[in-house]
């Protein structure tokens, strides 16, 4: 992906076509590889979309353009899984009231005493040279953010040897 937009620049395309390419590839992406829908027409008359890419508006604009509809985007389309998981957990919950639940988030008098040192590391796996957020928790685990490509994982961080 990212030899051919250097490619596309080089042949002088702007920056707004490439934008605009690139939301149509995710668009496209969205609905043949991961929705798998072979005809837009069944996605119905009302489409409301959910996932943090859509608060994107030219993501969003493909979206419209590529389905032929006008499409709704709720102000929180991010957070619209987290809310759909709170809402399944509860309902088991309620399902299953004689159960008995152990809850594995730090306790609250343990968070008084959490240490977390942040450092910075690039990753040199490929051009990209991704600037890592490395987060390291007193409790010997690490959060690390910052990939911008699928060589950012975690066996990326492994192989870093991270401290």
């Given at each position: ?16 076509d ?42 969003l ?52 005493n959490?240490?977390?040192k942040?450092?910075?590391v ?42």
């Amino acid at each position: 992906m990212n030899s051919k937009i250097k490619q596309s620049q080089k042949e002088g395309y702007s920056v707004g076509d490439i934008s605009a390419g690139l939301s149509y590839s995710v668009v496209k992406n969205a609905i043949q590889k991961v929705m798998k829908v072979r005809d837009v027409e069944t996605l119905g008359d009302h489409i409301v979309v959910q996932g943090g890419t859509f608060y994107n508006d030219a993501v969003l604009r493909a979206f419209e353009l590529t389905v032929g509809k006008e499409v709704t985007r709720p102000n929180i389309a991010g957070l619209m899984g987290a809310y759909g998981m709170a809402l399944l957990s509860k309902e088991q919950y309620e399902v299953n009231m004689d159960m008995t639940y152990v809850s594995t988030i730090t306790k609250l008098e343990e968070l008084d005493n959490v240490d977390v040192k942040v450092s910075h590391v690039r990753c040199g796996r490929c051009e990209n040279n991704c600037l890592l957020t490395v987060n390291a928790f007193s409790n010997g685990k690490k959060f690390i953010s910052g990939n911008r490509c699928e060589r950012g994982s975690r066996k990326c961080y492994r192989k870093l040897k991270i401290a």
